[in-house]
């Protein structure tokens, strides 16, 4: 259960929003199993449909996490109108090559945080998603 | 040789290994490569950890699409490609790709699980033995809904096809009559559909093939009034119009409505063929303005094979096939030039435009426009039949 201060999900929750009309992403950085911080990353798709992380903006996170001891905690981004559950692109996107489910995901202890802006107010989930393609939701402990 | 004279002659660049390939490269983050550009760099790599070959290279020696390759900071499509030069001072880094997207229309499609008739498999049953189709794969084309603009030359192979593999529901947009011209190619219509409206001779013809499959008709031209309602009643559209003020509307209908188009080209002895997917190149990255009125000859003015429409119209039925599936390689970002004369097929790759005006990072087109006025065309007439 992924203990995240409520500070950190409502900067998700505005990092989608002000990225109407398209989808928002981006990493959560972490250290000794606490979240830390919320980074955006640019949606180089630009597109309320789909997202691709800008992969300088996740190369200088990932060696910056390197310098500083920290990890991948979370991978978050937005659903405009439907509902925060991985959608099968989502899922299919979290192995390399895409889609092959049969390897372990790209990574496997790492959060996908999904933040819906199709309920008011928005909905914020986290799940694992497990070699095979499971899902396994995750329930958020918010703590302020 | 030794070590030092090596040095001289290969340039010794640096690789930033991922984290997810690190389980490859025994943990190390940083790599030293010989090789005196790109290729030979990640060659060198793939030498050092084979396993990494086909993490990297597609079978053509090239970067798979989800992989990104960085050479200090600036990725290598923005310099010279693979055949970039490096040097030691260099630091080349893998990024795989971080992506995902929301729940399409196709997959709540695959919700509908009522089975497949007898009559159903018998028919499809060189499709469906494939794996890659299957029982579930032949109800995601009779749940899929495609909409085809035009019923000519380009618009009836693909209504054809889409219809012979039991595509559900096919709708078209059709407003002209048959024409005895047209039936040197639009194989859609026969003789005695001459004066006939396309759209009823389009739909008794592919009721005659398949039964099964629903034809709705849009008995009118795609304007900027009518495409906003017409397209968000279906899952991929795929474009068979003859004009370009069809084809930069149909462009913007699909991205505003986040809908595939499959689009298709052909004049003389020539076809090209592309998909638009929102998030990747559309028409407007390709061709941000439209060529001045005259200058490109319509296929009533200079000719076009009549083969030529059945090869990029099977090629765009093929890929709303593949689409529905969820199979293979899309022609996204990819852009296939077919001639005819020498039979030679080309392809060239394409990327989104950050400055697109529809679909860049700052986007002055945000809803649908005049399309006659923006490419200086007349409008388009309606000829009503008698």
């Known amino acids: ?69 920290e990890y991948l905690f979370a991978i978050y981004h937005s659903h405009v109108a439907s509902e925060a559950y991985p959608s099968q692109t989502d899922i299919r996107q979290a192995f390399f090559p ?47 | 040789m030794d070590s030092k004279l090596s040095k001289d002659w290969f340039s010794m660049a640096t690789i930033y290994i991922p984290t997810f390939f690190r389980q490859i490269t025994e943990g190390n983050e940083y ?31 090239q970067i798979l699409r989800h992989v990104n390759v960085y050479i200090n900071n600036q990725e290598i499509h923005e310099l010279e490609g693979l055949g970039t030069f490096v040097s030691s001072e260099d630091q080349i880094a893998i990024i795989p790709a971080l992506a995902g997207g929301s729940m399409t229309l196709l997959e709540k499609n695959n919700g509908n699980q009522s089975a ?26 009779r749940d899929a809904k495609v909409l085809v603009v035009g019923a000519g030359g380009l618009g009836g192979p693909v209504a054809l096809y889409l219809a012979l593999a039991g595509v559900g529901t096919i709708g078209i947009t059709e407003f002209d009559v048959v024409d005895l011209s047209n039936l040197q190619r639009q194989i859609l219509h026969q003789t005695a559909d001459i004066d006939k409206p396309k759209l009823k001779s389009a739909k008794e013809t592919l009721g005659l093939y398949n039964p099964h499959v629903e034809v709705i008709e849009h008995p009118m031209p795609l304007t900027s009034d009518n495409a906003m309602e017409i397209i968000p009643n279906y899952d991929i559209v795929v474009n068979g119009a003859d004009n370009f003020a069809t084809r930069y509307l149909v462009n913007d ?33 390709l061709y941000p303005d439209p060529p001045p009125p005259g200058m490109v000859p319509s296929c009533a003015e200079a000719g076009v094979l009549g083969a030529i429409t059945g090869i990029i119209g099977s090629m765009q039925a093929t890929e709303v096939f593949k689409q529905i599936l969820d199979i293979g390689e899309p022609m996204v970002n990819r852009l296939l030039l077919v001639d005819a004369l020498t039979m030679q097929f080309r392809e060239m790759k394409l990327r989104r435009d950050p400055s697109c005006p529809l679909c860049g990072d700052n986007p002055t087109v945000t809803e649908l426009i005049d399309y006659d006025a923006f490419c200086g065309s007349p409008p388009i007439e309606v000829s009503i039949p008698n």
């Open chain 2, 116 to 141: 497949l008739k007898p009559e159903e498999v018998m028919r499809y049953s060189r499709h469906i033995i494939m794996p890659q189709v299957g029982p579930q794969g032949q109800r995601k084309l």
């Open chain 1, 1 to 69: 259960m992924p203990h995240i201060p409520k500070k950190l999900i409502d900067e998700m929750i505005e990092h989608a929003i002000d990225d109407l009309p398209n989808e928002a992403c981006g990493q959560v950085n972490g250290k000794n199993g606490r979240p830390l911080t919320v980074n955006r990353v640019k949606n180089s798709a630009a597109s309320p449909f789909r997202y691709s992380m800008d992969p300088l903006a996740m190369l200088k996170l990932e060696q910056a996490r390197e310098e500083t001891g």
């Open chain 2, 31 to 61: 790599i030293s490569v010989e090789g005196s550009n790109v290729l030979e760099s990640l060659e060198f790599l793939s030498y050092l950890y084979p396993e990494i070959h086909g993490l990297i290279f597609d079978s053509n020696k």
């Open chain 1, 98 to 144: 895409p889609g092959e489910l049969d390897r372990q995901p790209m990574f496997p202890d790492c959060y996908y945080i999904l933040v819906s802006l199709a309920h008011d107010p928005p909905e914020v989930r986290a799940f694992r998603i497990r070699q095979g393609g499971l899902v396994e939701e995750e329930l958020i402990k918010s703590e302020d």
């Open chain 2, 253 to 285: 209908a699909c991205y505003l409505t986040g809908k595939t188009l499959v689009d298709g080209a052909i004049l003389l002895f020539d076809g090209q063929l592309t998909v638009y997917k929102p998030g990747y190149c559309c028409y407007r990255c």
